[in-house]
């Protein structure tokens, strides 16, 4: 079954720091990949996919991934972080069949002023 | 466009009861995932529906069952509560035409008492 995993539970980071939230996944034939966002008290929202073509994917609010075939990964960065950034991220891989997902344990972003 | 709505948004039972959730999916969509998500556990797949029919289950309980209406509404039943099911229940939904975005609900959040 493909599956994700999330390196770094928990991240604390200064504004205007640098981001990168560490994704591999596991199976190794094609790879559809998903980062979501989930801020405080808020709906989970889609920040980027990757279905194929353009390994460096852009998504909302500046974030952008890296589909590295190589190396199973697809790592969320961001240049640089404002406090507004403060929430959970998820990474996701579909399941081996139908439509939903499967998640990685999540990455608790917080963002200090 | 609506997005996916449930109902209700909070809910307070004791254990050994019952509860049944709602969700709307997005109009014209026609897949429905639930996930059960905690602070432990992450975000986790209880089942999929598509037309009316299950596709896909987790590894959850029998207490744990859904279902989908003709007009892609659907509902989620957990029987005999047990403290452990206090969670936030999300439902999500997709076209179900191919590759897919999911597009998540505020969820339900469960305490059992």
């Known amino acids: 079954a493909q599956s994700v995993s999330q390196h770094n539970h928990h991240v604390i980071l200064s504004e205007a720091a640098s981001l990168e939230l560490g994704c591999n996944y596991s199976?190794?034939?094609?790879?559809?990949l998903f980062w979501y966002v989930q801020y405080p008290g808020q709906h989970l929202q889609l920040l980027l996919k990757?279905?194929?073509?353009?390994?460096l994917v852009k998504g909302i609010k500046g974030f952008e991934a890296e589909f590295i075939k190589s190396k199973f990964s697809f790592n969320l960065r961001k240049p640089s972080v404002q406090w507004s950034d403060t929430a959970e991220y998820f990474c996701?891989?579909?399941?081996?069949?139908?439509?939903?997902?499967?998640f990685g344990k999540g990455t608790s972003l917080l963002v200090t002023p | 466009k609506a997005g996916v709505t449930q109902t209700p948004r909070y809910l307070i039972k004791t254990r050994g009861q019952q509860v049944t959730l709602s969700c709307s999916p997005i109009?014209?969509?026609?897949?429905v995932s639930w996930y059960q998500q905690t602070p432990g556990q992450g975000l986790q797949f209880l089942f999929e529906?598509?037309?009316?029919?299950?596709?896909n289950k987790g590894n959850f309980p029998g207490r744990f069952s859904g279902r989908q209406f003709s007009n892609s509404r659907s509902e989620m039943n957990v029987s005999t509560l047990e403290l452990g099911d206090s969670a936030l229940y999300l439902c999500a939904s997709s076209r179900g035409t191919g590759e897919e975005t999911q597009y998540f609900g505020p969820g339900t959040r469960l305490l059992v008492l």
């Open positions: 996701a891989v579909p399941r081996d069949s139908g439509y939903a997902l499967n």
């Open positions: 529906y598509f037309s009316e029919t299950q596709r």
């Open positions: 199976y190794g034939g094609t790879v559809n």
């Open positions: 990757y279905f194929s073509g353009d390994p």
């Open positions: 109009s014209g969509h026609r897949s």
